[in-house]
């Protein structure tokens, strides 16, 4: 299995429309905490249920909070 920093390597090149990687921050070996922006809640969905699950060596995902940008 892959650690948790070769997991944040991965997901950290991983194309993904529309969104990108904040900040990945790697916890332990085996857990670590990524925030991912995106335009739009349907990107930030099909990026969580679709993209990820994909990831070399992603094995759970959960969504903590989900917010609606403010534009200044």
Do not use: R, W
Request: proline fraction near 6%.
């Amino acid at each position: 299995t892959a650690s948790a920093p070769d997991v944040a390597e991965n997901i950290k090149g991983m194309s993904l429309a529309n969104c990108k990687f904040a900040n990945v921050v790697v916890l332990s070996y085996d857990k670590l905490v990524a925030q991912l922006d995106c335009s739009t809640p349907e990107d930030g969905t099909k990026v969580v249920l679709q993209d990820l699950p994909k990831g070399e060596g992603v094995v759970q995902t959960n969504v903590i909070a989900v917010v609606k940008p403010v534009q200044h």
